[in-house]
């Protein structure tokens, strides 16, 4: 990566103009004088503004404007959206927390501003691709090509997450003056939202490279593309669609999962600094928000293991109890596991879960944990619930290792861990999940997919005559991998939406089995209440009404400037 991030690479100052159209401001000195002035001043261009007449003219100035549209990409707030499912939870109450138990309205915040923040980048797009021709002769076409790709793909990234979210949108592909008919018309149906999506990533891949040189790691390939293509098509069933395009990456031969040669590593070493695309070891990551010491940074390893407060991300009981033993087997049939005391928990696991679940005996930032005195510790023992300012405080009994860079801990803003937006594990489980809901996957699938990722962390391999002589469901495990492969990685409520289980998330949140806390913590758990096995009920009066909340409502804000949007079955 270049000593930049790309988001903001060269990046102009943005103003809009009354009419809706993007001026690219830079300042500049006023040489000459009125009285200098001769009769066809008024029809020059103005000396303080890069407009549309004088700008893209240069690859350079093309180039501006392309990673502009970078600034997009979604980065921490992809791994934030993880509290909006099951996997996660921070304890008070926020939009994220609201809309996970269905108790918002179309006036939550979030709603509003996932909206216009997606449609500002989208209206970026439309400026770069309504004008990027005007440097035809001057930028060679394979640069053009390549820069249109980006672009492309960026404004189907942006109305993904709007119809992921909203269902019908307006599609706007153009830019809008005031008095333009399409500010206030009606919403486009979701289907041929979809159709727009699938057609511009295949668009943008046609000019997309396969990969780039050193100096612009971050950029959008071929295979972030195709990728994002399967993750669409998988979202919305058109399975046929995902399985080629998650072939298609698999067939371009230049990924691979990430590994250090230890099993007992790997996977946890991706998410750090030893996993960023500048470190040239990270083949696994096709599309990543990058990140730079002291340029661009973010404040996810702090938030996890924040050492005075409560953490921003608890697992919660239901993601702790979906890893596997290590046999294979989920603990409850599974004669290796036992819950007698909190260590127990962790032992015969998957290990990936070690790798995701901070564990007894693991390093950390957290300062002072739930041991019986109130020192700092670098080595994590027991959770804590007493918030005394000298500890990082769990709501449900665990902590994230995952994502966390043990010296940013101790920070505020100053992670430069790289967010991975698409890995190559997921196109390997997309591949497998469009397979199976097809009737078509066969062992050899499995092993070319799921069990790869097994491999790497030394779990056992899936089998399909293993899982049926203990009675398992194929669908059942599929989906299990992939929520403990992707765990922590803001995809847990977008499997939920697609899988159309809603049901998973009126449920009580949970924490860890009252009984297993020391004695001297329990007057900190004193008030929680307990379900009948002794568990932890750290939020309940959940609810999701299946006639609606697959759905977010079209924001109160967005329906008072055009009431013509409509709303959401049952908002």
């Given at each position: 990566?270049?000593?930049?991030?790309?988001?903001?690479?060269?990046?102009?100052?943005?103003?809009?103009?009354?009419?809706?159209?993007?001026?690219?401001?830079?300042?500049?000195?006023?040489?000459?004088?009125?009285?200098?002035?001769?009769?066809?001043?008024?029809?020059?261009?103005?000396?303080?503004?890069?407009?549309?007449?004088?700008?893209?003219?240069?690859?350079?100035?093309?180039?501006?404007?392309?990673?502009?549209?970078?600034?997009?990409?979604?980065?921490?707030?992809?791994?934030?959206?993880?509290?909006?499912?099951?996997?996660?939870?921070?304890?008070?109450?926020?939009?994220?927390?609201?809309?996970?138990?269905?108790?918002?309205?179309?006036?939550?915040?979030?709603?509003?501003?996932?909206?216009?923040?997606?449609?500002?980048?989208?209206?970026?797009?439309?400026?770069?691709?309504?004008?990027?021709?005007?440097?035809?002769?001057?930028?060679?076409?394979?640069?053009?090509?390549?820069?249109?790709?980006?672009?492309?793909?960026?404004?189907?990234?942006?109305?993904?997450?709007?119809?992921?979210?909203?269902?019908?949108?307006?599609?706007?592909?153009?830019?809008?003056?005031?008095?333009?008919?399409?500010?206030?018309?009606?919403?486009?149906?979701?289907?041929?939202?979809?159709?727009?999506?699938?057609?511009?990533?295949?668009?943008?891949?046609?000019?997309?490279?396969?990969?780039?040189?050193?100096?612009?790691?971050?950029?959008?390939?071929?295979?972030?593309?195709?990728?994002?293509?399967?993750?669409?098509?998988?979202?919305?069933?058109?399975?046929?669609?995902?399985?080629?395009?998650?072939?298609?990456?698999?067939?371009?031969?230049?990924?691979?999962?990430?590994?250090?040669?230890?099993?007992?590593?790997?996977?946890?070493?991706?998410?750090?600094?030893?996993?960023?695309?500048?470190?040239?070891?990270?083949?696994?990551?096709?599309?990543?928000?990058?990140?730079?010491?002291?340029?661009?940074?973010?404040?996810?390893?702090?938030?996890?293991?924040?050492?005075?407060?409560?953490?921003?991300?608890?697992?919660?009981?239901?993601?702790?109890?979906?890893?596997?033993?290590?046999?294979?087997?989920?603990?409850?049939?599974?004669?290796?596991?036992?819950?007698?005391?909190?260590?127990?928990?962790?032992?015969?696991?998957?290990?990936?879960?070690?790798?995701?679940?901070?564990?007894?005996?693991?390093?950390?930032?957290?300062?002072?944990?739930?041991?019986?005195?109130?020192?700092?510790?670098?080595?994590?023992?027991?959770?804590?619930?007493?918030?005394?300012?000298?500890?990082?405080?769990?709501?449900?009994?665990?902590?994230?290792?995952?994502?966390?860079?043990?010296?940013?801990?101790?920070?505020?803003?100053?992670?430069?861990?790289?967010?991975?937006?698409?890995?190559?594990?997921?196109?390997?489980?997309?591949?497998?999940?469009?397979?199976?809901?097809?009737?078509?996957?066969?062992?050899?699938?499995?092993?070319?997919?799921?069990?790869?990722?097994?491999?790497?962390?030394?779990?056992?391999?899936?089998?399909?005559?293993?899982?049926?002589?203990?009675?398992?469901?194929?669908?059942?495990?599929?989906?299990?991998?992939?929520?403990?492969?992707?765990?922590?990685?803001?995809?847990?409520?977008?499997?939920?939406?697609?899988?159309?289980?809603?049901?998973?998330?009126?449920?009580?949140?949970?924490?860890?089995?009252?009984?297993?806390?020391?004695?001297?913590?329990?007057?900190?758990?004193?008030?929680?209440?307990?379900?009948?096995?002794?568990?932890?009920?750290?939020?309940?009066?959940?609810?999701?009404?299946?006639?609606?909340?697959?759905?977010?409502?079209?924001?109160?804000?967005?329906?008072?400037?055009?009431?013509?949007?409509?709303q959401n079955p049952g908002w």
């Amino acid at each position: 990566m270049r000593q930049k991030d790309i988001s903001s690479l060269r990046k102009p100052f943005l103003r809009r103009t009354a009419l809706g159209v993007a001026s690219l401001a830079i300042p500049v000195i006023l040489g000459a004088s009125l009285s200098s002035c001769k009769d066809d001043f008024l029809d020059r261009q103005p000396l303080d503004a890069i407009t549309d007449v004088t700008f893209w003219k240069t690859q350079q100035q093309l180039e501006l404007a392309v990673n502009g549209t970078y600034a997009y990409l979604k980065a921490k707030n992809f791994a934030d959206m993880e509290n909006l499912a099951d996997n996660t939870i921070y304890p008070p109450r926020s939009d994220y927390q609201a809309i996970s138990s269905g108790n918002f309205d179309f006036t939550a915040g979030t709603l509003n501003s996932e909206w216009t923040a997606q449609y500002n980048g989208i209206r970026r797009c439309n400026h770069f691709l309504e004008n990027y021709s005007k440097a035809e002769g001057t930028v060679d076409a394979e640069t053009l090509s390549q820069y249109v790709g980006e672009v492309r793909f960026m404004r189907a990234f942006l109305y993904s997450y709007l119809s992921f979210f909203f269902g019908d949108v307006p599609l706007i592909t153009k830019t809008l003056n005031i008095g333009d008919p399409e500010i206030y018309g009606e919403r486009t149906p979701r289907a041929e939202i979809v159709d727009f999506i699938l057609n511009e990533l295949d668009e943008a891949a046609q000019g997309l490279p396969v990969s780039y040189g050193n100096s612009d790691l971050g950029r959008i390939t071929k295979g972030a593309a195709l990728g994002w293509k399967a993750r669409v098509a998988l979202f919305y069933g058109r399975y046929d669609v995902a399985e080629a395009a998650s072939k298609a990456v698999m067939d371009l031969g230049v990924y691979e999962l990430y590994s250090n040669g230890n099993p007992a590593t790997s996977y946890h070493e991706l998410f750090t600094d030893a996993g960023k695309l500048a470190n040239g070891r990270n083949k696994e990551t096709i599309l990543a928000r990058v990140h730079l010491e002291n340029v661009s940074m973010h404040n996810m390893s702090r938030e996890t293991q924040v050492p005075d407060q409560t953490s921003r991300f608890c697992p919660t009981k239901s993601l702790v109890d979906a890893y596997l033993a290590s046999d294979g087997l989920p603990i409850e049939i599974s004669p290796l596991y036992s819950e007698n005391s909190y260590e127990e928990i962790f032992k015969n696991r998957d290990p990936r879960m070690t790798q995701t679940i901070l564990a007894p005996g693991s390093e950390w930032g957290g300062k002072d944990d739930g041991d019986q005195d109130d020192k700092p510790n670098e080595i994590f023992n027991l959770p804590k619930f007493n918030a005394d300012k000298k500890g990082c405080v769990t709501g449900t009994g665990y902590y994230f290792t995952k994502y966390v860079d043990i010296p940013a801990v101790g920070t505020y803003n100053k992670d430069d861990n790289d967010i991975h937006l698409l890995r190559y594990a997921e196109v390997l489980l997309t591949y497998a999940e469009a397979r199976l809901e097809q009737g078509t996957l066969t062992q050899q699938d499995i092993d070319i997919t799921i069990n790869k990722l097994r491999e790497r962390v030394g779990m056992v391999p899936m089998t399909v005559a293993d899982m049926a002589a203990h009675g398992l469901n194929l669908r059942d495990e599929v989906r299990r991998e992939r929520r403990v492969e992707l765990a922590r990685e803001g995809q847990r409520y977008f499997d939920i939406l697609r899988w159309k289980q809603g049901e998973l998330l009126a449920q009580d949140v949970k924490g860890v089995k009252k009984s297993l806390i020391p004695s001297w913590s329990q007057t900190y758990v004193a008030s929680y209440p307990t379900d009948e096995n002794g568990y932890l009920i750290v939020n309940t009066g959940r609810r999701f009404d299946e006639s609606r909340n697959y759905l977010w409502p079209v924001p109160f804000n967005q329906l008072q400037q055009n009431p013509a949007l409509g709303q959401n079955p049952g908002w």
